[in-house]
């Protein structure tokens, strides 16, 4: 069988825990090795790690006598990695049932495949049911799957549903420090520039814990934030393992388009529904700008430019605006958007249609 190190970086999750080693030491089909990495919790994360220590051989547990963070905790544990196949698993998320055989399957029968991923759930407290029978694997060569990234500005992969190969992982090395919000979409973006990228349809590979204290919504929250982590993701991987594709500034290029055309979008729901703590829709303007000077002159840009001079209209026109900015997030939401949600459900890719 097919070895899994599965590392579990905690820190102050100890009321998770348990619940998140036991996903995988519940694993079948494969032998899983699991690494808890403590960043030195003032919770009782040690007390819950002694305890599981006791009760499985399958796990060691390192912690830290000082806080270092969740990028250079992870990095510790790649440099440990054993075995055939490689998991990132934060504490607080959990592996389905037959997660690890099904996308070291593909692998096994697929050498070329570096990293393998699936439908995440997410969900708060109570676990929904997951489907567990895989109806197909796609696989895409890795610069195809980085172009369908870079076309959508978007990253595809949450987490805790990749399965890395770890010859591959060994040779990337570690992430990044200088992206704390990003590393991920960095780190995916360079295994698929030196491997092909697999996903299994049909089964959900993991649960992700969506809550107020994740960092997603705390350290690491706004969408021009996010943006802009994404860019600097893109930027970073076509300076390294990416440096070598082909087509690589065609690539950055059409990455930047991307972006731009999502901050503009979001930029004008902004113009018609202003959200508290959010950048103001002239800072996503300027930052799509900065990423695509051509955007100046599409149809869109001149409509946001209208739309932040809306207190200059009468009150008519602003009427005739508001109402236009409903029919056209009725479209997104409930047209394009669906669409383009079922589209990646089925398929893990997110290419959505450019419209404004």
């Known amino acids: 069988m097919a070895t899994v190190q599965v590392l579990v970086p905690c820190y102050n999750y100890a009321r998770y825990l348990e619940q998140c080693v036991q996903s995988v030491l519940d694993q079948e089909g494969v032998d899983v090795d699991v690494l808890v990495i403590d960043d030195c919790s003032s919770d009782n994360t040690p007390e819950v790690c002694a305890a599981l220590m006791r009760r499985d051989p399958r796990i060691r547990v390192i ?64 676990l929904p049911p997951a489907r567990t029978g895989a109806s197909s694997t796609s696989i895409w060569s890795g610069d195809k799957w980085i172009r369908h990234v870079c076309r959508s500005g978007k990253n595809f992969v949450v987490c805790p549903e990749a399965v890395v190969r770890a010859d591959v992982q060994r040779r990337i090395g570690g992430y990044s420090a200088d992206l704390p919000h990003s590393a ?80 503009l979008r979001h930029a004008r729901r902004l113009c018609d529904f202003p959200a508290e703590n959010d950048a103001s829709p002239a800072k996503y303007r300027e930052f799509a700008a900065s990423l695509w000077p051509g955007i100046i002159a599409t149809s869109g840009y001149r409509a946001l430019v209208a739309d932040e001079r809306r207190h200059e209209r009468s009150p008519l026109q602003a009427a005739l605006a508001r109402q236009s900015a409903r029919l056209r997030l009725f479209a997104e939401r409930e047209i394009f958007h669906r669409f383009d949600w079922h589209w990646a459900r089925y398929t893990g890719i997110h290419v959505p249609r450019f419209y404004f």
């Open 63 to 126: 912690r830290h006598a000082t806080n270092k963070g969740h990028i250079a905790t992870y990095n510790e544990g790649i440099a440990q990695i054993r075995g055939d196949y490689f998991v990132l698993l934060s504490a607080d998320d959990l592996l389905t049932p037959g997660a690890l055989s099904r996308a070291t399957a593909l692998m096994e029968a697929n050498p070329h495949v570096g990293m393998t991923y699936g439908q995440p759930i997410s969900f708060t407290d109570v």
């Open 184 to 263: 991920d979409m960095e780190m995916w973006l360079r295994i698929a520039a030196i491997s092909d990228i697999g996903r299994v349809h049909g089964a959900d590979q993991a649960y992700y814990r969506v809550h107020v204290l994740s960092m997603q919504r705390t350290i690491h929250a706004g969408v021009l934030f996010d943006l802009d982590g994404r860019h600097k993701a893109f930027e970073a991987a076509f300076a390294k393992e990416g440096a070598a594709l082909p087509d690589r500034d065609e690539l950055s290029a059409l990455a930047r388009r991307s972006l731009a055309i999502l901050a």
